[in-house]
């Protein structure tokens, strides 16, 4: 009885320690963390201001100190391609609700560098959230704040897969393979991504064509291999407009943590009947948090300046143009959606 009695009071200390005023501020600030920038996002009693980076303007108190009391960690891993800013408006909502959110520039797939984009970058991702992870736990300001027994991660388009690879589950480049020799023509920003010409996409067409009727125990041992990165301290993940054709379906159902996921309803980039319907299907703690309706690919980014917006759908081959007539009351919807998944979960 004396145990339980001091489990409760604990449990409602900590709740105490987590809880975060109405009235506070979103805190920005950076660090670096196994060879990357990270920036990070909290509650702070700082007030905040309009701050523009490039095209993007937020709403910041920057190297403000944080609010007091022990608090949870969500990561969240960005698209290919992306950064930080396009997602703030998330990572303001979770540090609203308490969390201290930390998002890494993943090395070689952002808005500045993407060489490294696809299946490169698929692989080191999850060692790279991990990393983080480990460099605040060791940080001299940040390390006596967190709460890091049990932390969140949420990761967008790309971002998936190195979230779902961080609650166990594990790809095979054969898996991308047999994808898109069975699906590439309604797959293509997925199968062709950053294949610009048509002779890059086909001289890709061509390689997954080469594995086309040939049994899997005779190609070779890299296209065979697993990849994945378990980090037992995730306990609890959302993803949203996920890429995930790229797990084999037994795979994504050891995964044993609860998953939220968000779907854009005219997803064109990651089309839901290949990634979140197969993720949802083959994932038994995998559950629909929201579906935005009339909404594409990029309406989930916020915020997504015009002018950047353009130029990402100009680069792209197909689904990166926010849809006409979208309304962003469902982008908010799924954002509410998504903390109160970690709310549930994570806090405290």
Known sequence: MRRTLAAIALRCLAALAFATPAAAQTGFSRIEAGGMPVTLVYPTAERATPHSFGP?????????????????????????????LAEHDLAARLAAAGFVVAQPQHRGDNAEDSSAAG??????????????????????????????????????????????ALVGAEWRMLDLVRHCQAAGDRDLAFCYNDARTEEARAARRARFEAARGVPDALLGADIRASHGGRDGRISVATVAIPAAAIFAADSLAGITVPVGVVTAERDGMNPNAFHADHLLRSCGTCTALAVMRGAGHMDFMSPWPPSVAQAVAARMAVGAAPEPGFDPAERVAAQGAIVAHFQRYLAP
């Open 56 to 84: 993007f303007t937020i709403t910041v108190a920057p190297a403000a100190e944080p609010l007091p009391g022990m608090r949870r960690l969500v990561v969240m891993s960005h698209g290919t391609a992306s950064n930080a």
């Open 119 to 164: 299946p490169e970058s698929f692989r080191r991702r999850p060692g790279e959230v991990s990393a983080v992870i480990d460099a605040l736990a060791a940080h001299p300001a940040w390390g006596k704040r967190l709460l890091l027994d049990r932390v969140g991660v949420h990761g967008t388009s790309a971002g998936a897969i190195t979230a779902l």
